[in-house]
């Protein structure tokens, strides 16, 4: 698997990186643990988590994938060197806080590192914008993270091409977004093309968007309203089925007869296709799906694929 740079962070990570928001929600500890180490075995080493993943399970708090993976790494002696560790902070974790505040970064920060059972993360996201902190604050707090060797680089999740020029533009002594995490696939395009792709690309931020499978749609799984089941159909694919969604599968379907490979495969690919995208982000529940995740960080799609596809869903 070869590695790629994630923009001016200097980072190397996987071609696609895994989305460990399953972790404590669809899947439990074990089987987590079984998925982490074959994820190793494919080279298919960074993983992208977050201090509020998964509150939204009944009983759950936040804190759950950390935990996970903290876990994991206690019972794998020297797992850690080989991960490239992303977590969050500014979502709500209940009764605690949430925000981008100085103290509230510096006070959170510690309690990741303490789930995750790491000294250090290797990109730390705000995970949305928080338009009540001045952004020198943030960038300050982040500041004294680095300088002590607790995060390696910062990025933004959920940000306007608007806030993340607002922070490029805070204290010329400040550290820099190096990496964002949109929303972003073949369905969902209008949140990152245009104004904030362009200033990525001006800027040399790495992306890696999230909901690259848009939430397992792009899989192919579901065609009509009785494939509406399960915690994530019932969530959120609904919105996806519509013609538009139909004629984005039925071009995919097309590139698979073409080329042998699966629709998650093919839309994780689309997005490696695009010159201003590092890695997309991907989940997995089954020893079968990181299989499929590992094919899809090699597959290429010819010029003529890809195009097709950009006119299906635009």
């Known amino acids: 698997m070869t590695p790629v740079t994630l923009g001016r962070t200097g980072l190397k990570i996987s071609p696609v990186v895994f989305g460990c928001n399953v972790f404590g929600w669809t899947v439990d500890e074990a089987a987590s643990h079984r998925l ?16 509020v993943y998964s509150k939204w399970v009944e009983g759950n708090v936040g804190g759950e994938s950390e935990n996970i993976i903290g876990t994991w790494f206690a019972d794998r002696p020297g797992a850690r060197d ?4 992303i977590t969050k902070v500014g979502m709500e974790m209940p009764g605690q806080g949430e925000g981008l505040s100085s103290w509230w970064i510096e006070a959170e920060v ?6 995750l059972k790491t000294d250090h993360i290797d990109l730390y996201l705000s995970h949305k914008a928080d338009d009540s902190v001045p952004h020198d604050e943030t960038l300050e ?13 910062i990025g933004a999740s959920n940000f306007s091409a608007d806030q993340m020029q607002a922070a490029e533009d805070a204290g010329p002594d400040l550290p820099r977004y190096g990496a964002l995490q949109p929303e972003y696939n073949l369905y969902t395009r209008d949140t990152f093309e245009g104004a904030l792709e362009q200033f990525c690309v001006a800027h040399d931020i790495g992306v890696f968007p999230y909901y690259g499978l ?9 065609r009509g309203q009785d494939d509406l089941k399960g915690p994530r159909g019932e969530r959120s ?25 699966s629709l998650a495969e093919i839309a994780l690919a689309w997005l490696r296709g695009k010159p ?19 094919r899809a960080a090699v597959l290429e799609l010819s010029a003529d694929q890809m195009a097709r596809l950009d006119a299906a869903g635009a």
């Open 110 to 115: 510690e309690q990741s590192l303490k789930r």
């Open 36 to 51: 982490l180490d074959q994820l190793m075995d494919h080279g298919l080493t960074t993983l992208d988590t977050a201090d």
């Open 276 to 294: 201003s995208i590092t890695a997309p982000i991907a989940s997995a529940t089954s020893a079968a799906q990181v299989d499929s995740l590992a």
């Open 214 to 222: 848009a939430s397992g749609f792009l899989s192919g799984k579901y």
């Open 82 to 85: 080989k991960v490239q560790l």
């Open 237 to 261: 694919v609904g919105k996806y089925m519509n013609a538009r969604g139909m004629a984005i599968l039925g071009a995919m379907d097309v590139v698979a007869e073409e080329t042998g490979a």
């Open 141 to 153: 707090a982040y500041d004294r993270l680095i300088k002590a060797g607790k995060v390696r680089a």
